[in-house]
């Protein structure tokens, strides 16, 4: 069956340094992938969505790559803030004929002052 | 211009009884899909809207139904509640040939008791 995997675990760091956050799948064709950003309580925001022909795209302090060959997405916030902290959402949308988006379980991630 | 409202915000009910959450969509948005979240866990795909049509479905028995109006808004009706049923509901909308990207509400917090 169609899996994600998100770290389940927290990810702590230090503020000014990168955070990266892992997206893997299996079983999926994805048209392309999503990450949004998710608050306590809140509905998730979109931050940044990538194709399966793209490689890598940029948006102010964020990065995301996509490698369709091993089934993964890393995504990067650099010069990371406390205000960054929350949890990161991955989802796909996929070639598969539907049309519904599959979300993984997120991360969360803490970055300390 | 506002974003995506759903009402009510919490609701608490009993098992067996019935629920309606509504949702009005990103103004000249034209594409609905509600979500089910559990706690710690991704939002789960229930059901697509797009021309008051059902346009896609996730594995959500048929005690979840829905509907969307001439005007884009959108109900999510839920049957026969269970204990199981307790989550934070979201809506999302977008544009049908937007790439799919989703602005999502804050959500309706329902508990069932």
């Known amino acids: 069956s169609q899996k994600i995997e998100q770290n389940s675990e927290a990810l702590n760091i230090q503020e000014g340094k990168t955070a990266t956050l892992t997206c893997n799948y299996t079983?999926?064709?994805?048209?392309?992938l999503q990450w949004y950003r998710q608050d306590p309580g809140r509905g998730p925001v979109f931050l940044l969505l990538?194709?399966?022909?793209?490689k890598e795209k940029r948006k102010e302090r964020l990065k995301v790559t996509f490698d369709t060959t091993l089934k993964q997405s890393l995504f990067h916030i650099t010069a990371s803030q406390p205000a960054d902290s929350a949890t990161y959402l991955c989802?796909?949308?996929?070639?598969?004929?539907?049309?519904?988006?599959?979300f993984g379980a997120g991360t969360r991630l803490f970055v300390k002052a | 211009d506002a974003g995506v409202t759903q009402s009510p915000t919490h609701l608490i009910k009993t098992r067996g009884q019935q629920v309606t959450l509504r949702c009005s969509p990103k103004?000249?948005?034209?594409?609905v899909s509600w979500y089910q979240q559990a706690l710690g866990q991704g939002p789960q795909f229930i059901f697509q809207?797009?021309?008051?049509?059902?346009?896609q479905r996730g594995n959500f028995p048929d005690r979840f139904s829905g509907h969307q109006f001439p005007n884009y808004s959108s109900e999510l009706n839920v049957n026969a509640l269970l204990l199981g049923d307790s989550a934070l509901y979201l809506c999302?909308?977008?544009?049908?040939?937007?790439?799919?990207?989703?602005?999502f509400g804050p959500g309706t917090r329902l508990t069932v008791l």
């Open positions: 999302a909308s977008s544009l049908i040939d937007d790439d799919n990207e989703q602005f």
């Open positions: 079983n999926y064709s994805p048209a392309y």
């Open positions: 990538i194709r399966e022909n793209e």
């Open positions: 989802a796909l949308d996929g070639n598969t004929g539907g049309f519904k988006t599959i």
């Open positions: 103004s000249g948005h034209d594409t």
């Open positions: 809207y797009y021309e008051e049509e059902e346009r």
